[in-house]
């Protein structure tokens, strides 16, 4: 029996003898790694980096009565092996499972939900703004880190807390890293400073600290002139101290208590610090040193690698082997990320631009082939497409992928920078879909409805490797505005052709892949293949479906609209995004208002958040398959329900 084993919520951290908590930390640690090492794409280096601040953290504050907000849900798993969820922990990111991130009806000990970098400190302001206003008393904590101060909304957060004074602690897990290492001059600004110090959270140096300042301030009533200048001089003094004792510096600036850097692997050291910031008032930041992949070897090596991890020994590291069977295709974001470095091979003006998400989009290749014409800008979208409009006024061919959820962020910057000045810029919207187990946070289920909304924007959704590499083609020489290809996380159907014998497909023409007469399949992207296979079955029950290929989401292709209406009775429309307002409901209003006659209906993601869960199963539920569509045309024509079965 584990030390672990005893311990159920925080309150049992609290009443462990402090010489227990080493081992607390080693048993969590380890507990991580065996929960991990069995569960493919789970997080994991940055967990491993939070052990000992977690420890500390549930050691010091009387969670949940004082509120512990966390930034970004996958530095988190010491937090819910902590508070109750231990025993859930098998079925982390599963179906009906614990959620891979935070989520406040999984735990009263998850005060804000956070699945996207940046937002604790917002969050811990708003938090502490209503604890003052309802006259409550209780310390509110953000952890903030593994990559998020790229991001520029901690830096609102951070000047808006110092300005208003709020009692609130930042703590900032400086990691060095997101998902790939971080960029930027504040990182270098951070990494500058190394030395350890605890001398301004000690009790006795503030209590001397506050004894001078009053000292000092009544000093001009009783001596006048020279009490002025003592009291202009202990500023300036104090002031060049903390120039020269404190590495944050830029925190104190903006109205914060700094404290540290600490050693963010010294449960002991965080617990003194922590407690003797807990004693002060007002905004206080402590700045924690951690490493990514903390305490097992492979991840320490290689923390990139390592940031999620594929199913592995877990005494080892390596990797355990697939069964035998069909071979894996690989994944859209690496076709995409090949295809696009030979594009780039022979037009000098493509550049690839991410945000924090090289390994995950793909644009790792591009990198490696072509470092000068790549920019990683960090957690920073909304940067990212500004600084790709920038780029595209002086004719160069900005290629921004990100994912469809995190380019949520960057609306305005798309709408107000790209598509007002209309600027050939293409985004490639990564996790386009259904995103598997990553769960609501990561869906990209509105991407398409967002889009259509941007005056002069291009939509494209391709459904297979060839498709994907000929819209790559088209959106590189197009002028007309804004370019975005949906890409999803997933394996492609098959094997592309070469590149070089991949040609552009025209600006907002479909194809027509199987011709009927009874019903007509609008299917694009992801959809496109399994509405084949659904006409299939139904021609085996004598329905004739039409089903065609709709790549380009917007602008519509109105010439085969034209050719197929009013000739079909009946419309179904298939996508992999909510079709509350996407691409169903943009169809259905032109048909409708051209051929009010017709009757249709969609398909899509509902008006909702998914749950978690594998994709193909998620998939499946939502009735976006072969099966499902097949079984939607039956009920549209008022055809009894069959399964794909029965028809085979």
């Not at 604890?131 to 000047?159: H, Q, W």
């Amino acid at each position: 029996m584990s030390l672990l084993d005893t311990v159920r919520t925080p309150e049992d951290v609290r009443a462990l003898p402090e010489a227990q908590l080493p081992e607390l930390c080693v048993d969590v640690r380890d507990r991580v790694i065996d929960v991990v090492s069995r569960h493919k794409g789970a997080h994991f280096g940055s967990n491993l980096g939070t052990v000992e601040l977690t420890v500390a953290l549930h050691r010091v504050f009387d969670t949940p009565r004082d509120q512990l907000i966390w930034d970004v849900g996958h530095q988190a798993y010491p937090h819910k092996i902590l508070t109750g969820r231990n025993e859930r922990m098998d079925s982390i990111r599963k179906r009906n499972g614990l959620s891979g991130f935070l989520r406040r009806d999984e735990s009263d000990y998850d005060v804000f939900g956070a699945g996207h970098a940046g937002t604790s400190i917002s969050a811990a302001v708003g938090v502490a703004a209503a604890r003052d206003l309802k006259g409550e008393d209780f310390e509110v904590i953000a952890v903030i880190g593994d990559g998020s101060m790229t991001c520029g909304l901690p830096y609102e957060a951070l000047n808006n807390a110092g300005h208003t004074d709020r009692d609130l602690i930042v703590i900032l897990n400086d990691n060095e890293m997101s998902i790939s290492p971080n960029v930027g001059a504040l990182h270098k600004y951070l990494g500058i400073h190394k030395t350890l110090t605890d001398v301004r959270t000690s009790s006795v140096y503030n209590r001397l600290r506050e004894e001078i300042k009053k000292l000092i301030h009544a000093a001009p009533s009783r001596l006048g002139t020279i009490g002025e200048m003592m009291e202009h001089f202990a500023v300036r003094a104090d002031d060049a101290m903390k120039g020269m004792f404190v590495p944050g510096m830029l925190f104190e600036q903006l109205g914060f208590r700094y404290a540290g850097p600490v050693d963010g692997h010294d449960v002991n050291a965080l617990i003194r610090t922590l407690e003797g910031v807990k004693n002060m008032k007002g905004p206080r930041l402590v700045h924690v040193l951690t490493k990514k992949g903390k305490g097992f070897a492979p991840a320490e090596a290689d923390q990139v690698k390592w940031h999620a991890a594929a199913l592995f020994d877990k005494e080892t590291g390596a990797p355990l082997k697939k069964p035998s069977g069909a071979v894996a295709m690989p994944r859209y974001q690496q076709v995409f990320g090949e295809a696009l470095t030979e594009l780039a091979n022979t037009d000098e003006k493509v550049v690839a631009i991410t945000a924090a998400m090289a390994g995950g989009t793909g644009t790792d290749i591009f990198e490696k082939a072509h470092p000068g014409r790549f920019f990683d800008v960090g957690i920073a979208e909304g940067h990212a497409v500004t600084f790709a409009a920038g780029l595209a006024t002086q004719g160069i061919k900005p290629v921004v992928a990100i994912y469809s959820t995190f380019l949520q962020r960057a609306y305005d910057n798309i709408v107000h920078d790209v598509a007002l000045q209309d600027l050939p810029v293409t985004f490639v919207m990564d996790r386009a879909g259904i995103a598997g187990d990553d769960g609501p946070t990561h869906h990209g289920g509105i991407d398409i409805g967002y889009m259509l909304a941007v005056p002069g924007m291009t939509i494209t959704a391709p459904r297979d490797a060839d498709q994907l590499i000929g819209l790559m083609r088209t959106s590189l020489g197009h002028t007309g505005g804004p370019f975005c290809i949906r890409i999803p996380r997933d394996g492609v159907p098959a094997l592309p052709k070469p590149v070089a014998e991949i040609e552009a497909i025209p600006v907002g023409t479909w194809e027509t892949l199987r011709q009927g007469k009874d019903v007509a399949i609008l299917a694009t992207g992801t959809m496109v293949l399994p509405a084949i296979a659904a006409a299939e079955a139904l021609q085996r029950e004598g329905v004739q479906a039409t089903v065609v290929d709709c790549r380009y989401i917007k602008p519509l292709d109105e010439r085969t609209l034209e050719r197929l209406f009013p000739g079909h009775g009946y419309v179904l429309t298939v996508e992999e995004g909510t079709d509350a307002n996407g691409f169903g409901a943009y169809v259905r209003r032109f048909i409708n208002d051209r051929w009010p006659g017709v009757r249709g209906a969609t398909m899509g993601l509902p008006d909702g958040f998914v749950e978690h869960g594998e994709r193909a199963e998620l998939l499946a539920e939502l009735g976006l398959t072969a099966e499902g569509i097949a079984a939607r045309a039956r009920e549209l024509l008022g055809k009894p329900l069959r399964k794909l079965a029965e028809t085979a």
